[in-house]
């Protein structure tokens, strides 16, 4: 049976303001604030770790950590969650179920806001906001996941969705209004996503085996949307500009996809279902189309697509099948 304790504590250095306590024979929770109208709900049930600091007014924090959800135990768990809030208005909250899972949030500004939901064991996740207005969401279900996001500005997003085993994700932005949506399924998946400037967006989708998605844009109002099933897909993503839009599909083995693109309103869509086909686009110019379209098993023979274009309003299509 649980047992619960509620402790009101003050530091002697340290403006205190509300903070409840549950948990169990083990666990271990330091809260530090300096300010006004801050509160903090720890809930606690193992061997659990947490630290909280909070500087200014009307920061909120809500932390869980427990072994098995829903069941009440004293074995160990080991997870722990560290919080930084600086400012007004910034809350975070981390649930963790399992072991060993490590949360770390660290928040500098007003109204960011900061979610993290790890259940398995092993799992990692970082994020980093300064600015205003800005959120991020991650979530990891199984092994060994590691989530890094950073974001500096106001009002950006990124969300991250990891299951399985070994995924990463890597979710850097500043600017303003910008946003990344990472999901992983499976094991070994790699995703960096960089955005800087106003407005951009990066959706990554993958599922399967070891997979690596590259997203970098820098400018305003580019959209980069990948989508991998498979294994050892690569697809890299440079967006240097003004409302340039980079789709790509890989539904395969092995397949490979550059896109390198410096200009505005240049768009690539590039479709490549089979095994190790590879294509490449290197677009210099503005107002640019290109389309490849690759598919073929392995004794369908490895295709080889590229494109380089210097200029405006050129089109390329191409096609390559069995």
């Given at each position: ?13 340290f403006a205190?303001?509300?903070a ?16 006004y ?39 160990p ?9 600086i ?14 899972n ?10 960011n ?43 950006n997003?990124?969300?991250?969705d ?7 994700s ?5 600017g ?23 407005n ?6 993958q ?40 789709n ?11 896109i390198?693109?410096s ?6 869509n590039v ?7 590879d ?12 389309t490849?379209?690759q ?5 369908g023979?490895?295709?080889?697509s ?17």
């Open positions: 049976m649980k047992t619960q304790m509620t402790a009101i504590a003050a530091a002697v250095t205190m303001s509300t409840a306590f549950a948990q169990s024979a083990g666990s271990e929770s330091t809260i530090l604030q300096d300010g109208k801050n509160t903090n709900n720890i809930t606690q049930w193992g061997s659990q770790t947490s630290r909280v600091y909070q500087e200014g007014g009307f920061n909120s924090t809500t932390v869980s950590q427990d072994d098995v959800a829903g069941v009440a135990t004293t074995r768990g080991y997870n722990n969650s560290a919080i930084d809030q400012g007004e208005g910034n809350s975070a909250g981390v649930t963790q179920l399992g072991a060993w490590d949360s770390t949030v660290y928040q500098e500004g007003v109204n806001a900061a979610a993290v939901d790890q259940d398995g064991s092993r799992n990692l996740s970082v994020t980093t906001q300064v600015g205003y207005g800005n959120d991020v969401s991650v979530t990891q279900d199984g092994r060994s996941n590691d989530s890094y996001a950073y974001q500096q500005g106001y009002n997003t990124a969300a991250v990891q299951e399985g085993f070994e995924n990463r890597v979710a850097t932005q500043t303003r209004f910008n946003n990344i949506d990472v999901a992983q399924d499976g094991w070994s998946n790699n995703s960096y996503a960089y955005q800087q400037g106003d951009n967006t990066a959706t990554v989708s599922e399967g085996f070891a997979n690596k998605s590259v997203v970098e844009e820098i400018g305003g109002f580019n959209n980069a949307t990948i989508t991998q099933i498979g294994s050892k897909n690569d697809s890299y993503a440079h967006l240097n500009g003004y409302h340039n839009v980079a790509v599909s890989q539904n395969g083995n092995s397949l490979e996809s550059t390198l693109a200009g505005n309103h240049n768009t690539h479709t490549q279902s089979g095994y190790a086909h294509s490449y686009i290197n677009t210099v110019g503005n107002y640019n189309d290109h490849v379209a598919s073929g098993g392995f004794w023979g490895q295709h080889t590229s494109i380089v274009t210097y200029g405006n309003g050129n089109v390329n299509t191409v096609s390559q099948g069995q």
